[in-house]
């Protein structure tokens, strides 16, 4: 500090001396004065260099921009660089860099964006680090498109991308969906020589399999050893979960034994996911003797293998065996998760038992669980089904007080509740609200109004509501057609009674 407070005194000296400093000397104590975390000592400096008739340089700026960033004053980083955008100074990319990070975390994509543009107009590279955050933030935002560009224009700069910032962008078109983009871009690293890793075909092969398309998932496997990348246990389990989402159990296990084979030790989730298989497959019991036989090896049990049992059972109506899961678990130290009670709130309210079901909503609070939508929905349900539609006014009275908010199954349960019991102008008010809300019906939602009407003899109603699921691109099903026909016939056999 005192050092440059003496540089300080001497510029002083040179001023009153009649000697001019340079603009070495004035970058040389601004870098001084921004090491030291002195902005506005820096900014005095850049004034008094101003009032002796020397431009501030890029050196200037860029200390500044440093300067400003290391104090964590982003904003004024940010209003410095377009400063020097608009005067066409030389930016280094240092000063892009700190900028660019700070907008990608507060989610100003857009903007993060036109700086990194700036960059390769200027043959600046940003950093690994750089080009991983931004391709995050776009995917986060699902600006996807503008990543794979941004990825495909580093190519063209010869700014090659490293293979976290191209796993991180394959991940962020599984997560979207857009896995015809995601092959492309391994297609694109494959054919330039990129180094691939595990992490890259396991990305690819996961999504395929969560999507049930377990050949595409078992091709890219054996593409994956061909280039020299054994599969791990990760590799394995995404297989058996495209094996099990196609109801193929046999084969499953037959790869379960595989794994097992080439050295591999299977995890908790490899037989989380077999389990659900069994589970979704109308196996329960299988899935359960695969369950004792964990526990019976002493091998550990999580929350997601637990949380799978009791869903099954509780859809299954045997909600004794999810409550005894659900105690044994809380017994073994596994603290419930959200999902553990809302298949237990399921299977009470599907049961009739409410207070139950209530007493649950109030145990997650008490555990520091916020009870969610899929919660309240489950008890709205057994509610509807029981025809008791005054406790569903009290149920959205609560979920209210508490801002949670009804989503299209909550809406499609009560529609459904609603027209069980004749009263499809309640239920065509709630269609009215969902829309309002923002909230988009399918097809179920359409085809409770449907069966509504068409109980009533409302055919005119019907029809008109077949031509607003048209109208919204919301395919008619068989459900729907049925729902047609039989409301025409009911209307037909009517008229003969006349």
């Given at each position: 500090?005192?050092?440059?407070?003496?540089?300080?005194?001497?510029?002083?000296?040179?001023?009153?001396?009649?000697?001019?400093?340079?603009?070495?000397?004035?970058?040389?104590?601004?870098?001084?004065?921004?090491?030291?975390?002195?902005?506005?000592?820096?900014?005095?400096?850049?004034?008094?260099?101003?009032?002796?008739?020397?431009?501030?340089?890029?050196?200037?700026?860029?200390?500044?921009?440093?300067?400003?960033?290391?104090?964590n004053?982003?904003?004024?980083a940010?209003?410095?660089?377009?400063?020097?955008?608009?005067?066409?100074?030389?930016?280094?990319?240092?000063?892009?860099?700190p900028?660019?990070?700070?907008?990608?975390?507060c989610?100003?994509?857009?903007?993060?964006?036109?700086?990194?543009n700036?960059?390769?107009?200027?043959n600046?590279r940003?950093?690994?680090?750089?080009?991983?955050?931004?391709?995050?933030?776009?995917?986060?935002?699902?600006?996807?498109?503008?990543a794979?560009?941004?990825?495909?224009?580093?190519?063209?700069?010869?700014?090659?991308?490293?293979?976290?910032?191209?796993?991180?962008?394959?991940?962020g078109?599984?997560?979207?969906?857009?896995?015809?983009?995601?092959?492309?871009?391994?297609?694109?690293?494959?054919?330039?020589?990129?180094?691939?890793?595990?992490?890259?075909?396991?990305?690819?092969?996961?999504?395929h399999?969560?999507?049930?398309?377990?050949?595409?998932?078992?091709?890219?496997?054996?593409?994956?050893?061909?280039?020299?990348?054994?599969?791990?246990?990760?590799?394995?389990?995404?297989?058996?979960?495209?094996?099990?989402?196609?109801?193929?159990?046999?084969?499953?296990?037959?790869?379960?034994?595989?794994?097992?084979v080439?050295?591999?030790?299977?995890d908790?989730?490899t037989?989380g996911?077999?389990?659900?298989?069994?589970?979704?497959?109308?196996?329960?019991?299988?899935?359960?003797?695969?369950?004792?036989?964990?526990?019976?090896?002493?091998?550990?049990?999580?929350?997601?293998?637990?949380?799978?049992l009791i869903r099954?059972?509780?859809?299954?109506g045997?909600?004794?065996?999810?409550?005894?899961?659900?105690?044994?678990?809380?017994?073994?130290?596994?603290?419930?998760?959200s999902?553990?009670?809302?298949?237990?709130?399921?299977?009470?309210?599907?049961?009739?038992?409410?207070?139950d079901?209530?007493?649950?909503?109030?145990?997650?609070?008490?555990?520091?669980?916020?009870?969610?939508?899929?919660?309240?929905?489950?008890?709205?349900?057994?509610?509807?089904?029981?025809?008791?539609?005054?406790?569903?006014?009290?149920?959205?009275?609560?979920?209210?007080?508490?801002?949670?908010?009804?989503?299209?199954?909550?809406?499609?349960?009560?529609?459904?509740?609603?027209?069980?019991?004749?009263?499809?102008?309640?239920?065509?008010?709630?269609?009215?609200?969902?829309?309002?809300?923002?909230?988009?019906?399918?097809?179920?939602?359409?085809?409770?109004?449907a069966?509504?009407?068409?109980?009533?003899?409302?055919?005119?109603?019907?029809?008109?509501?077949?031509?607003?699921?048209?109208?919204?691109?919301?395919?008619?099903?068989?459900?729907?057609?049925?729902?047609?026909?039989h409301?025409?016939?009911?209307?037909?056999?009517?008229?003969?009674?006349?």
């Amino acid at each position: 500090m005192e050092k440059y407070n003496e540089a300080g005194r001497v510029l002083s000296e040179m001023t009153d001396n009649e000697f001019v400093p340079n603009e070495v000397v004035y970058n040389t104590l601004i870098n001084g004065y921004c090491k030291m975390g002195d902005m506005k000592k820096a900014l005095d400096v850049r004034e008094d260099m101003l009032s002796k008739g020397l431009n501030p340089n890029a050196v200037t700026f860029n200390t500044l921009i440093k300067g400003f960033s290391y104090t964590n004053q982003m904003t004024e980083a940010e209003k410095l660089l377009e400063e020097m955008l608009s005067a066409n100074i030389t930016i280094n990319a240092g000063s892009f860099t700190p900028v660019i990070h700070w907008l990608c975390k507060c989610s100003n994509m857009d903007h993060a964006l036109r700086f990194v543009n700036e960059m390769l107009l200027r043959n600046l590279r940003p950093n690994d680090s750089l080009m991983t955050t931004l391709v995050i933030g776009l995917c986060k935002q699902g600006k996807h498109l503008e990543a794979v560009d941004f990825w495909f224009r580093l190519l063209e700069k010869r700014f090659f991308p490293n293979i976290v910032t191209s796993n991180a962008l394959i991940h962020g078109l599984c997560e979207s969906g857009n896995i015809v983009e995601a092959i492309k871009i391994l297609k694109e690293m494959i054919k330039r020589g990129f180094c691939l890793d595990r992490i890259t075909y396991n990305t690819l092969i996961s999504w395929h399999c969560k999507e049930a398309r377990f050949e595409e998932g078992l091709q890219l496997s054996e593409e994956m050893v061909k280039q020299g990348i054994s599969p791990d246990t990760l590799t394995y389990t995404s297989l058996i979960n495209g094996l099990c989402k196609k109801g193929k159990m046999d084969d499953a296990i037959m790869f379960l034994e595989r794994c097992k084979v080439q050295g591999l030790t299977p995890d908790v989730y490899t037989y989380g996911v077999i389990i659900e298989g069994f589970c979704e497959n109308n196996e329960i019991k299988k899935g359960k003797d695969l369950f004792n036989e964990l526990i019976s090896k002493n091998l550990e049990v999580n929350s997601f293998i637990y949380n799978t049992l009791i869903r099954a059972y509780s859809a299954n109506g045997d909600i004794t065996e999810a409550v005894r899961l659900f105690n044994e678990m809380k017994s073994k130290g596994i603290q419930p998760t959200s999902v553990s009670y809302s298949s237990i709130i399921h299977g009470y309210s599907n049961n009739g038992y409410f207070d139950d079901a209530k007493r649950l909503i109030n145990e997650m609070r008490d555990e520091g669980l916020s009870p969610n939508v899929v919660c309240y929905t489950a008890l709205i349900s057994g509610y509807c089904k029981m025809g008791q539609m005054d406790k569903v006014v009290k149920i959205l009275e609560e979920m209210s007080s508490y801002n949670i908010h009804p989503n299209k199954i909550t809406y499609t349960v009560m529609i459904d509740g609603y027209c069980k019991l004749g009263q499809t102008e309640v239920a065509v008010k709630l269609l009215g609200e969902m829309e309002q809300k923002g909230v988009v019906p399918d097809v179920v939602t359409y085809n409770a109004l449907a069966d509504g009407f068409s109980k009533e003899g409302k055919i005119e109603e019907a029809f008109r509501l077949f031509k607003d699921m048209s109208r919204r691109g919301v395919d008619l099903d068989e459900i729907t057609y049925t729902s047609l026909v039989h409301g025409c016939s009911l209307k037909s056999a009517v008229k003969e009674q006349e």
